[in-house]
Nanobody
């Protein structure tokens, strides 16, 4: 059973960088999981889900065009954690942030609807406020 958990601060000041980590248990971001890709998705208050970007086991990444200039996703050498950095945040970046696993073929380049993801973290609320 794969489990994902988001970790990070709940409050970030405007103009700072939001940093989150997603810990993967029951699996790893390695070649044995080459069919999968690991995404960050967020949901602002009273809005829908927004796909932010994705990373595969080999380090290949894709980002949402609207967030590409501010977003960076990486995986660590332990292969059991991947991270999100979102720079120059504003209050509009306040959201519940989720990490999720999806099939690489379906989700690698542009995300997709929630049904394409088989495992999700519980989500973590990040508020951008001074």
């Amino acid at each position: 059973q794969v489990q994902l958990q988001e970790l990070g601060p709940g409050l970030v000041k405007p103009s700072q960088t939001l940093s989150l980590a997603c810990t993967v248990s029951g699996g790893a971001i390695t070649a044995s999981a080459s069919y999968y890709a690991w995404s960050w998705i967020r949901q602002p208050p009273v809005k829908g889900l927004e796909w932010m970007g994705v990373i595969a086991y080999d380090g290949v990444t894709y980002y949402s065009p609207s967030l590409k200039s501010r977003t960076s996703i990486a995986r660590d050498t332990s292969k059991t954690q991947f991270s999100l950095q979102l720079s120059s945040v504003t209050p509009e970046d306040t959201a519940v942030y989720y990490c999720a696993r999806g099939l690489r073929l379906a989700t690698m380049s542009a995300g997709g609807p929630p049904k394409l993801y088989d495992y999700w973290g519980n989500g973590t609320l990040v508020t951008v406020s001074s």
